[in-house]
T-cell receptor, first 111, second 113 residues
Framework: GQQLNQSPQSMFIQEGEDVSMNCTSS?????WLWYKQDPGEGPVLLIA?????ELTSNGRLTAQFGITRKDSFLNISASIPSDVGIYFC???????????FGSGTKLNVKP | NAGVTQTPKFRVLKTGQSMTLLCAQD?????MYWYRQDPGMGLRLIHY???????AKGEVPDGYNVSRLKKQNFLLGLESAAPSQTSVYFC????????????FGPGTRLTVL
């Protein structure tokens, strides 16, 4: 099946640093979604993107829908300890009935 | 509202045993999904449902069956558990097109010995 490739796989950063991660695909997507999974919990939607080139913010988080429609980026500014978790990208297929998820970027923040 | 709940939270099975995982949602959502999460592999779709009485296969359906007899419940069954089914299982629900957000349950950690 389709693969959404996320990089980096994991990051260790200092509190206050900015973070960038990305997600790439071999196919075009019309929607990109970014989820965060806290340890021991299910994923929660952070940001949804619907248009190529779109830049959307949610607090300290900013995500972009790549102009080729084959990639998306997530940035976190001024990281804090509660940003720790796994960040997943996801994209719909099969007439928006199903979603592929990337393998995730695990973020660790040192206080 | 409880959102999406999953029962049980943890389970240990022996190879060949059967079990059913229950997912319940109180948001009147049409769509429901079962995923498994394995280290480094993200979430992989097992089965899904687009409404009461419907089910369909996802990416990794072998060894699993599902039923959606009531809109609020989505059951995942393992008829003869295998060690390869050791995983964390997540259920999710969604209003339906054009809304893309899935609401996830807290997960069930299953170990098959």
């Amino acid at each position: 099946g389709q693969q959404l490739n996320q990089s980096p796989q994991s990051m260790f950063i200092q509190e206050g640093e900015d973070v960038s991660m990305n997600c790439t695909s071999s196919s075009i997507f019309n929607t990109w979604l970014w989820y965060k999974q806290d340890p021991g919990e299910g994923p929660v939607l952070l940001i949804a993107l619907y248009k190529a080139g779109e830049l959307t913010s949610n607090g300290r988080l900013t995500a972009q829908f790549g102009i080729t429609r084959k990639d998306s980026f997530l940035n976190i500014s001024a990281s804090i300890p509660s940003d720790v978790g796994i960040y997943f990208c996801a994209g719909p297929y099969d007439n928006f009935n199903k979603f592929y998820f990337g393998s995730g970027t695990k973020l660790n923040v040192k206080p | 509202n409880a959102g999406v709940t999953q029962t049980p939270k943890f389970r240990v099975l022996k190879t060949g045993q059967s079990m059913t995982l229950l997912c319940a949602q109180d948001m009147n959502h049409e769509y429901m999904y079962w995923y498994r999460q394995d280290p480094g592999m993200g979430l992989r779709l097992i089965h899904y449902s687009v409404g009461e009485g419907t089910t369909a296969k996802g990416e990794v359906p072998d060894g699993y069956n599902v039923s959606r007899l009531k809109k609020q419940n989505f059951l995942l069954g393992l008829e003869s558990a295998a060690p390869s089914q050791t995983s964390v299982y997540f259920c999710a629900s969604r209003v339906g097109f054009p809304y893309n957000e899935q609401f996830f349950g807290p997960g069930t950690r299953l170990t098959v010995l």
